[in-house]
């Protein structure tokens, strides 16, 4: 079993779940949806029309939270691609809904457009450390009420990884049939629905808004995979202290978890959140900042009471390029949420405090979603791997260099990146003294300029835009200008004497 940092006690944990009993039940929620407001009144809650504020009976929220599921499962268009939480931890995302782009040719921020997004799919379609594409940006070309199509078809179009994606009320059963089309048949998509549906119903503090209601009334009544996020931000929307903003955090999460559940009893839900701290100095909205981090641990332990996987958007940054900053805010929250036992993290690509996608981000991300998976990996702890008979037969003064073991493992043991350079600082230099954005802008190119194995067929392809007339391109086409680089030429396999007289010169050199 898996052991976790905590930051409360078992009695700490015991009386955050109290206290939000206390919340709903003594003060409640303001819910502007009236639907929603019928169905709490169906089932017993305490419902005020005239003031629109439903408070929640401890006995109701505890019926409902037996209902909880202990697992969720994102699904993707190939199979192979499918993915549950928590056996399958950690889950690394792209960020979502960014207006803008860093553009990949000028480096000047635009507007994003659906060819970006396709571009953005075809990528994350090809980097290993990406679990799920959670669909990074806004379409700014897209044609009138065409705002989810425009983003939905072209993500769904460039990759087979699952999607994760949201939808105002009025364009979701639009995006139903396309998925349909897309799928073969309503019964092909409810066998293995390849996109899983995202809202934010609760807007701190205490207040379920219109839209995203309804959204969620509509996905658990069809019973499509789908689940919420929770976004406190203390000082602004929620108290300024880590317990009372995690206190609100999960009284406003059980308020949307029991209208989930009273919907479509023993749906999947994801504990998942997004809860900062405001710089009070200026009201600055700060995902970047490490009480981020802290407080998605304390959000995992209350997931852990409940018996149910968590995680949400860890890893921003609040940098506006990609820089140090960049670097070191992503790194400091996803280790500290990962060791605090956060299953997804919603973290890819995005600078600027979810403002902008950057392209050599997403790759360098994609090397800390690596390494992630790498700390899951631990020790691997065994008796063979304790290799006592091989620190005996190399014996003091030996070098482990050229042996057998050393040849047979030195691709396993180590995760290999290819951003972070590690070589002498002369052979850096003549190699172009590039930077970890230089690099990470070298791979994107080299896998944009590549064809992508993800479209859909031509028949499918057809019925779709004979569907929605008008519709965007959705093809992945690289930028303007750019050609596909010169394959590298490939070293012939060496023989293991060749590999030990290398890996000796290297380890005398050194």
Not at 100 to 105: H, K, Q, T
Not at 247 to 261: G, I, T
Request: some cysteine; hydrophobic content about 40%.
């Amino acid at each position: 079993m898996q052991n976790y940092a905590s930051l409360l006690s078992q009695e700490q944990v015991e009386r955050i779940h109290e206290a939000s009993l206390e919340i709903l039940e003594s003060v409640g929620l303001l819910v502007r949806n009236q639907k929603a407001r019928q169905i709490f009144a169906h089932h017993g809650l305490n419902v005020d029309n005239e003031t629109q504020v439903v408070k929640f009976p401890r006995n109701i929220v505890e019926q409902n939270r037996a209902l909880f599921p202990q697992k969720f499962t994102f699904r993707g268009r190939d199979r192979s691609f499918d993915r549950t939480i928590p056996e399958d931890s950690p889950i690394i995302l792209t960020g979502s809904s960014a207006p803008n782009i860093i553009d990949p040719v000028t480096g000047y921020e635009r507007r994003a457009t659906s060819d970006d997004l396709a571009r953005i799919s075809h990528l994350i379609n090809e980097l290993p450390g990406y679990d799920v594409f959670s669909i990074s940006t806004l379409a700014d070309d897209a044609p009138p009420g065409q705002f989810s199509l425009s983003r939905f078809y072209p993500s769904i179009r460039n990759t087979v990884k699952p999607v994760r994606a949201n939808t105002p009320p009025e364009e979701a059963e639009d995006m139903l049939r396309l998925l349909f089309m897309i799928a073969g048949s309503e019964s092909a998509f409810r066998d293995h629905p390849f996109v899983t549906f995202h809202y934010c119903p609760v807007v701190s503090p205490l207040t379920m808004d219109f839209d995203s209601t309804e959204v969620l009334i509509f996905f658990k009544e069809k019973g499509f995979p789908s689940y919420f996020s929770i976004v406190p931000n203390a000082g602004l929307t929620s108290p300024l202290t880590l317990a009372g903003t995690l206190a609100q955090n999960n009284a406003e999460f059980l308020a949307a978890a029991v209208l989930s559940q009273i919907i479509q009893p023993g749906s999947e839900l994801i504990y998942s959140t997004l809860p900062t701290v405001a710089d009070m100095r200026t009201g600055a909205y700060s995902p970047g900042a490490i009480e981020t981090g802290i407080l998605h641990m304390g959000c995992a332990q209350m997931a852990r009471f409940y018996n149910i996987p968590s995680g949400g958007y860890i890893g921003l940054t609040n940098s506006k390029i990609n820089d140090a900053q960049s670097g070191f805010e992503t790194a400091m929250s996803v280790v500290s949420g990962y060791l605090g036992g956060v299953d997804i993290f919603n973290m890819g690509g995005l600078l600027d405090a979810l403002m902008s996608f950057d392209f050599a981000k997403a790759v360098i991300d994609n090397d800390i979603a690596m390494m992630l998976k790498r700390i899951r990996r631990g020790f691997e702890f065994s008796e063979e791997n304790l290799s006592l008979d091989l620190i005996a037969e190399i014996g003091p003064g030996g070098m482990f260099a050229d042996s057998d073991h050393t040849l047979e493992r030195m691709r396993t043991t180590m995760y290999l990146t290819d951003i972070a350079d590690r070589n002498p600082r002369q052979q850096w230099q003549e190699i172009g003294a590039l930077d970890a954005q230089a690099r990470a802008m070298m791979r994107v190119k080299d896998i944009l300029t590549r064809d992508n194995p993800a479209g859909f067929s031509p028949e499918v392809d057809h019925q779709i835009r004979s569907e929605f007339v008008g519709m965007i391109s959705g093809a992945s086409v690289p930028p303007e200008g750019w050609k596909p680089s010169k394959p590298t030429p490939k070293r012939g396999r060496e023989s293991r004497e060749e590999r030990r007289r290398r890996l000796r010169e290297k380890t005398t050199t050194n």
